[in-house]
């Protein structure tokens, strides 16, 4: 029932920024944790970034933290993901996902995947 679709991505030089959105279609973000995840070809999907329902917690994964920030505005049902100083190995699909909770630990507890948005990053 519920849709996601990425948005935001492209090709930006080391150093620069791209600010990606996760919007939902046919159901809103209620309840609904969210999670930020990437995949570089040949390599298996990693976790960049969480945040909870309520939007007060947040966690990063060590490669983005400091540089990368996750957010959301649950009125418009949407999910963002500011990224800065960008570097040639953050190239890769970004994914957002989305669960009915107010956090979530597992990649398993994820019910909802977006198709991705491409991020390529030149030296």
């Known amino acids: 029932q519920v849709q996601l679709v990425e948005s935001g991505g492209g090709l930006v030089q080391a150093g620069g920024s791209l600010r990606l959105s996760c919007a939902a279609s046919?159901?809103?973000?209620?309840?609904?944790?969210m999670g930020w995840f990437r995949q570089a070809p040949g390599k298996e999907r990693e976790f960049v970034a969480r945040?909870?329902?309520?939007?007060?917690?947040?966690y990063y994964s060590d490669s983005v933290k400091g540089r990368f920030t996750i957010s959301r505005d649950n009125a418009k049902n949407t999910v963002y993901l500011q990224m800065n100083s960008l570097k040639p190995e953050d190239t890769a699909v970004y994914y957002c996902?989305?669960?009915?909770?107010?956090?979530?630990?597992?990649?398993?507890?994820?019910?909802?995947w977006g198709q991705g948005t491409q991020v390529t990053v030149s030296s």
């Open positions: 046919g159901r809103t973000f209620s309840g609904f944790a």
């Open positions: 945040i909870t329902w309520s939007g007060g917690v947040t």
């Open positions: 996902a989305g669960g009915r909770a107010e956090i979530i630990y597992n990649i398993a507890e994820y019910d909802y």
